[in-house]
């Protein structure tokens, strides 16, 4: 089977062997290395010696180990044995010297019996690409091809799985960073920290150069009270403010809330940001059950699934679509016709779980098949103030390159 950039394959077999190969073209001077990166929940190395590479061969407990060649490498996976802490394992190929991706004849990945990925290499600047990852989902594992190219090399791809590295980091890592921050910092200083904390995973998802329309929707049902009252959705709209400045010239933000009924809010800006979820709370009577006036208290999803998708399904660029929800999903039909529906258009789902439980349909994303490209992501946070903002960046973008990378690919972008 030959995987597609985002797609995945489940895994059924305990051990699994990697092939790669990277030769280079004629007159290739560079160094080619694999490295592997066992990530906790967070996104992140546990310590040095979750970092596998030239130096460090295996895991501590053996449960993966890396063998090494001229311009090719073996991985051997025991997934039965990998530590319950792992969440995530990150296949990686650096390159050191003056040498990038583009100068490899070839990038592939074979599992024998199973699957295998061809990344392309034409063209690209790169000096690290993230090509596949194989990871936990509902108590089984997958693998799921990637072909995320990473500025810099290996320095800063392993900083931004949290191995500590001695030197600074590199200039030429930093120039999305200091452009986000010279957008906030007159209007929002506030947010330059959010923005430092974005930086990175913008860069490691090769986001960090992205033109995208944001927009956020907002559940508004009874059951959100304890959200809005403890400040978490303010919060959370904070965070995607930084997206927005990022991905957008001017920042705007479109912004929907939906209970029972939707509506679709004044644009979020810097000048209006502070203060905005107390603004559209405070902007009429609202019933006891109701946290946004006139909306009702109980949450329906998909006439305001299907007015975005009438909204955007011209765009002529991305649109990343972030959708807060405390859960109670029992539409599954009409949230997969909105989803199916929109997976024609340049539009891309961030489904987020605030607190809440019973996310039905927006859990089990990965299973649903009939749509013409996968365009949807979702992670829940129980508990929004234990999520360190590096790990809900990680997450935010997660999927969001590679959907960009097969929408161009079939001709949608």
């Known amino acids: 089977m030959h ?3 985002g797609q995945n394959i489940p895994l059924q ?19 080619s290395d694999t490295c592997l990166f066992m990530l906790n929940a967070q996104g992140k190395v546990s310590g040095d010696a979750d970092f596998i590479f030239f130096n460090n061969l295996s895991s501590p407990e053996g449960s993966v180990k890396l063998s090494t060649g001229p311009q090719q490498s073996t991985i051997d996976i025991a997934l039965d044995r990998v530590p319950p802490v792992i969440s995530k394992i990150a296949v990686t190929v650096v390159i050191d010297g003056n040498e990038n991706i583009s100068g490899l004849n070839m990038l592939s990945l074979q599992a024998p019996g199973i699957a295998e990925f061809k990344a392309e290499t034409q063209g690209r ?8 990852e194989i990871y936990r989902h509902n108590g ?3 693998m799921r091809a990637l072909g995320h190219g990473f500025n810099g090399g290996l320095e800063p791809l392993a900083i931004s799985f949290g191995v500590d590295v001695a030197q600074p980091v590199p200039q030429e890592a930093k120039p999305a960073r200091i452009s986000l921050e010279k957008k906030l910092e007159n209007k929002s200083p506030r947010l330059i920290s959010l923005a430092k904390k974005a930086t990175v995973s913008l860069t490691k998802n090769k986001l960090d150069s992205l033109e995208a329309a944001v927009a956020f929707v907002l559940d508004a049902s009874g059951s959100m009270s304890g959200q809005f009252s403890k400040g978490n959705v303010q919060s959370v709209l904070d965070r995607i403010a930084v997206l927005a400045a990022q991905f957008d010239d001017d920042g705007d933000m479109d912004v929907w809330g939906f209970g029972e009924r939707h509506k679709k809010y004044p644009d979020v800006t810097l000048d209006n940001l502070d203060d905005y979820i107390a603004t559209i709370r405070g902007g009429g009577k609202r019933s006891a059950w109701e946290n946004l006036p006139g909306l009702g208290g109980t949450n329906n999803e998909p006439p305001v699934m299907e007015e975005i998708v009438d909204y955007f399904k011209d765009s002529k660029i991305p649109v990343y679509v972030v959708f807060i929800t405390d859960g ?5 039909r009409a949230i997969k016709d909105a989803i199916r529906r929109s997976a024609d258009y340049p539009i ?7 607190g809440g439980t019973n996310y039905g349909i927006l ?16 992670f829940a946070m129980d508990d929004f103030g234990s ?5 809900l960046y990680d997450n935010l973008l997660e999927e969001f390159r590679p959907w960009i990378d097969e929408t161009k690919r079939i001709g949608i972008l």
């Open 140 to 142: 089984a594992w997958k």
């Open 125 to 132: 600047s790169e000096k690290a690409i993230i090509l596949a």
């Open 328 to 332: 109670g999903i029992s539409k599954t």
């Open 3 to 5: 995987l597609q950039p």
């Open 348 to 354: 891309f789902w961030k489904f987020v779980g605030l």
């Open 363 to 378: 859990k089990n994303l990965d299973n649903f098949t009939d749509r013409r490209v996968d365009n949807t992501h979702f």
């Open 387 to 391: 999520i360190s903002d590096e790990s």
């Open 13 to 31: 077999d305990p051990l699994i062997t990697l092939h790669l190969q990277y030769p280079g073209h004629k007159g290739f001077n560079g160094e």
